[in-house]
């Protein structure tokens, strides 16, 4: 979050820093950047100016240069909080973003970044209540923010810290109807398949295990997730539904497993084998430096 929080902050430097300088080239018909709501005064672009330079002490002494210690208005303080958790104060972070307020952060369109950075702050500080309902409202209230897998995964380990078990195992399995991918949803699953097995909900442990074996079979492997279906009986890839077979090949491919990929398929039945099953294996017989294969498969198709 570091690193992307950071560019969102360089982004509203930026933004800030082009205001400032454009106040003297308006037309005469045309509103000056004073006159908007985002205009920036002498103090507030000397704060710009230090944050771009990872002085967070010279932007706070410019934005409050009578020493009172905290900085002025709602903006500066959602600036100046962004600022403290990029660069992991987060006392100061949690104080000033919870000071800026919803207003200041809608304005800017940085509402989902502010809560999320507030959660994380609170976090941190050991403040698992307000942690919880700055993740929480980011789920509940911004539902097309991109931000929403990182604050799901936070809310999740918050809950568990907390010790509300089954709570985040709820908040892990809510994340599959958004269909998440890659890092995030690896982790969500993973946190379902540990948090089922503590509550003893067996049911959930298996449907974390499928879910690990199709999107991270490493991850999968690590926590030796077969066992929660062999005990189903028979193979354990006959347990994967065809989409789940079809989306562990596409993770398998994605490590230069090519053999895996292709026993993967085999266990898909006859009669599920679309053209995506047959992507899939085209693309794993070629990985797998059997080429005369792939042309023969592909070849079937074109005839089909």
Do not use: C, I, K, N
């Not at 710009?48 to 020493?67: I, Q, T, V």
């Not at 090949?249 to 895996?260: K, Q, T, Y």
């Amino acid at each position: 979050m570091r690193h992307r929080a950071g560019l969102v902050l360089l982004g509203l430097l930026g933004a800030l820093a082009a205001l400032a300088a454009g106040r003297g080239t308006a037309t005469a018909g045309a509103p000056t950047a004073a006159a908007g709501p985002a205009a920036l005064d002498g103090a507030e672009s000397a704060a710009a100016a230090a944050l771009r330079g990872g002085d967070l002490r010279r932007a706070l002494a410019a934005l409050e240069p009578g020493g009172g210690g905290e900085p002025r208005g709602a903006r500066a303080q959602l600036l100046l909080g962004l600022a403290a958790h990029e660069q992991g104060q987060e006392a100061e972070a949690a104080r000033w973003l919870a000071a800026a307020g919803d207003d200041a952060a809608a304005a800017e369109g940085l509402s989902d970044w502010r809560l999320l950075a507030l959660g994380e702050a609170a976090f941190s500080l050991g403040q698992l209540g307000p942690a919880r309902d700055a993740h929480a409202r980011l789920l509940a209230e911004l539902p097309a923010s991109p931000l929403r897998a990182r604050a799901r995964v936070r809310l999740v380990e918050t809950l568990t810290a907390a010790g509300s078990l089954a709570e985040a195992l709820a908040a892990a399995e809510a994340g599959r109807a958004e269909a998440l991918a890659g890092e995030p949803a690896a982790h969500l699953e993973t946190a379902a398949w540990e948090l089922a097995g503590r509550l003893g909900q067996s049911e959930a442990r298996r449907a974390a295990a499928r879910r690990l074996l199709a999107l991270a079979p490493l991850e999968a492997a690590r926590l030796q997730v077969v066992d929660a279906l062999r005990g189903e009986g028979g193979d354990w890839l006959r347990q994967l539904r065809p989409d789940e077979l079809l989306v562990r090949a596409g993770s398998l491919l994605a490590l230069d497993l090519a053999p895996s990929a292709l026993e993967t398929l085999d266990a898909v039945p006859d009669e599920q084998r679309g053209l995506r099953w047959y992507e899939l294996r085209g693309a794993a017989l070629g990985a797998a430096a059997r080429p005369e294969e792939a042309y023969a498969l592909l070849a079937s198709v074109r005839a089909d």
